[in-house]
């Protein structure tokens, strides 16, 4: 493998370039007419532009893409996460261009990718599912229950309904929703597990068979069905049920001729201890850092060699869980109607020091806008135990400054300052239960801020005279030994017509 | 450094008006909200990162972030808007409108004018972003007006229905 085309964009397209530099391996990005600026962009070896801003003129149109891989000679196709990531047409016309898919065989996202089809071969492979079926099924799986696109994903696609009256409407908007959204308008029902925790194990499965699982990701602190907190280990998970559950994965992999890295999702009950599989995801999924922080491992490396027809190199009693994990997710977005907006980032400051992990696809003057996802960046801290991991999740919150959009920081500081979630309370309720309280915010707000405001307002301070040399009444500072009108320091004249040199 | 010369007003999201004034003494700030009524001392340093205000409020140093009306201090981030010299009247919301909450595709408008409206009931649905998100009456009515129809492309706070009594 010498060069890669990612074939995404935003913080998951950075991130996949960090990995092919490590490993000295070419990187294609390619970009559609409203990222012509964006820090994937800049970041690669080469980019090439798909077209205009609307994903179905770019990042989602395949012809575009192949024609991008013929022409850069790209020998391998990084779909990242979201847009083809899980299109087994999109798989097969990389591998017919003579490229390498960097995900799952076709046949395994196909398996997977219509949930009713997968509900049945994980029933044949015996692992647990949650009651469900079609919509003149309701009767027998009875309320409430979830509406779901059969070829849903992301949280798009889904309804929840609590009483008979709602179903019809609740059916209509799913079809409408799931026919734009993925082109296939089919949805199915299912049981809806009131407070249920969502856990996931990350898989690996190489092309020799050898098929791992990283253990697990708690997820379920969510909005809109779409996880805003994710981490490893779960506070819950007992070893016998990480044991049944981690089995259950590798089965489901198993079971379809899995190769590359996917996830099993799962809803977990606290009061019995069940488990119900949900989906697999065959691709990278967002939270995939805080499995690389518990493991030491790095999951697009892993991924690179897996295509490339190494064999794992290692079993399941070789891995080890170490520490504690836990990621947010930094939206654009209102922290009380969960509303994605839109703006120029001003002002942009990352939190620092120890256990600490951003992956951005911003920058100070990246204008978010309307046309993708609105998630800024994934913050990841990482710590020995989960109590010194929550306080450094509130600490690097703290140091984190992004202003001119408005984003969900204040909701994701809500959260890991709430009781609850530091005593390991996370249901998927968890927001309904514990809402953020944006009256209480605002009303915490020290005087300071409004006196900052208004000397803020005030102009800008006098600056220091211009040409003046700095004050030292240090005579040993080597400030002290420059002339009195020095602006600047010249380079002796000798560098100064040296050849290409610069002063 | 600098102090304050002029009176400021600032407005919260909750409408709690505060006032900062310059002090009887130099450097000194008079800051009023409600019945409260505080008197520090406080100057704006010089120097700081590009883009940061430096301050000292009673002898404590700070570093602020502006954006427009929004300011990150002390780890968290707040919006306040400068309402120096409008009028009281031009401060009040008008709450008859029922505005798009972001920008995107009008999808479905489920009242026309002159309807009688209940609170909760859906009475636009507009899609971004690969959403939907459903416009609901805050509470009974009657429908007023309704500024857009099934296609159109509307932007955040757009007045999309008005309901009145």
């Known amino acids: ?58 990042y989602l149109n395949i012809p575009k893409l192949i024609a991008a891989i013929t022409a850069t000679g790209a020998d391998a196709v990084h779909p990242g996460y979201g847009l083809l990531s899980e299109n087994p047409v999109f798989a097969e016309a990389v591998a017919a261009a003579g490229a390498v898919f960097i995900g799952p065989p076709p046949s395994a996202m196909r398996a997977m990718s219509k949930k009713t089809d997968a509900r049945a071969t994980m029933i044949a492979a015996g692992v647990p599912v949650v009651p469900g079926g079609e919509i003149g099924d309701i009767a027998r799986i009875g309320y409430p229950v979830l509406v779901k696109a059969a070829s849903g994903g992301g949280g798009k696609g889904m309804r929840r309904v ?62 809109r069905h779409q996880k805003v907190v994710e981490e490893s280990p779960s506070p819950v998970l007992t070893a016998r049920v990480r044991d049944a559950m981690g089995a259950a994965a590798v089965a489901a992999a198993k079971a379809v001729g899995y190769v590359n890295a996917g996830t099993c999702e799962f809803l977990y009950d606290d009061r019995d201890e069940s488990f119900y599989f949900l989906e697999m995801n065959t691709r990278l999924q967002v939270e995939h850092p805080v499995t690389e922080l518990v493991t030491g491992l790095d999951l697009v490396s892993e991924q690179l060699r897996i295509a490339a027809g190494e064999p794992l190199g290692y ?160 005579p040993y500072s080597p400030w002290a030994r420059l002339p009195r009108d020095a602006t600047h320091v010249r380079a002796p004249a000798k560098q100064e017509t040296a050849p290409g040199g610069a002063s | 450094m600098t102090t304050l010369t002029n009176q400021r007003q600032f407005l919260t999201s909750f409408g709690q008006l505060t006032a900062v004034r310059p002090g009887p003494q130099p450097s000194q700030l008079v800051l009023e909200c409600g019945d409260r009524k505080i008197t520090c001392r406080a100057e704006r340093l010089d120097g700081g990162p590009t883009g940061a205000l430096c301050l000292e409020v009673d002898g404590r140093r700070l570093q602020a972030w502006i954006a427009g009306r929004t300011i990150h201090l002390l780890g968290r981030t707040w919006e306040l808007e400068d309402v120096t010299g ?53 509470t009974d009515g009657t429908v007023r007006a309704v500024h857009f129809k099934i296609g159109d492309r509307c932007g955040p706070g757009d007045v999309l229905v008005d309901v009145g009594d």
Request: hydrophobic content about 45%; aromatic content about 4%; proline content about 6%.
């Open chain 1, 162 to 223: 609590m009483a008979a009256e709602e179903l019809e409407d609740a059916v209509a908007s799913c079809q409408r929703e799931a026919a734009k959204a993925f082109g296939d308008a089919s949805v199915y029902l299912e049981r809806l597990v009131l407070r249920p925790r969502h856990i996931e194990i990350q898989v690996l499965a190489d092309s020799h068979g050898n098929v791992v699982h990283l253990f697990e990701r708690e997820c379920s602190v969510q909005r």
């Open chain 2, 86 to 138: 409008r009028s009281r009247r031009s401060r009040v919301q008008d709450t008859g409108g029922l505005t798009s909450p972001m920008p995107g595709t009008v999808l479905d408008v489920r009242v026309k004018t002159g309807d009688s409206v209940t609170k909760g009931q859906v009475l636009v649905v507009i899609e971004a972003m690969k959403m939907e998100h459903a416009v609901k009456a805050p």
């Open chain 1, 315 to 474: 079993s399941q009693d070789q891995l080890s869980q170490r520490g504690h994990a836990i990621e947010v997710r930094l939206y654009a977005e209102d922290p009380v109607t969960w509303l994605p907006q839109i703006g120029r980032v001003d002002t942009l400051v990352w939190p620092e020091g120890p256990g600490i992990r951003v992956d951005s696809g911003i920058y100070a003057g990246w204008e978010v806008g309307v046309n993708y996802d609105p998630m800024l960046a994934k913050l990841c801290v990482y710590a020995a135990d989960r109590p010194k991991a929550v306080a450094r999740l509130r600490r690097a919150l703290a140091e984190t400054v992004v202003l001119g959009v408005r984003t969900n920081l204040p909701l994701l500081q809500h959260i890991a300052d709430s009781p609850a979630y530091l005593a390991g309370d996370t249901t998927t309720a968890f927001l309904d239960e514990h809402p953020f309280d944006a009256k209480a915010w605002v009303d915490a707000m020290p005087d300071a801020a409004v006196i900052a405001m208004a000397l803020g307002a005030t102009g800008t301070p006098a600056q220091a005279t211009p040409g003046a040399a700095p004050a030292s009444s240090d």
């Open chain 1, 1 to 58: 493998m010498k060069r890669v085309l990612i074939a995404n964009r935003g913080e998951i397209a950075v991130r996949i370039i960090r990995t092919l530099r490590e490993r000295g391996i070419e990187s294609v990005a390619v970009y559609s007419e409203a990222d012509a600026t964006a820090p994937h962009v800049f970041m690669a070896d080469q980019a090439v532009c798909l077209g205009p801003a609307a994903a179905t003129e770019s």
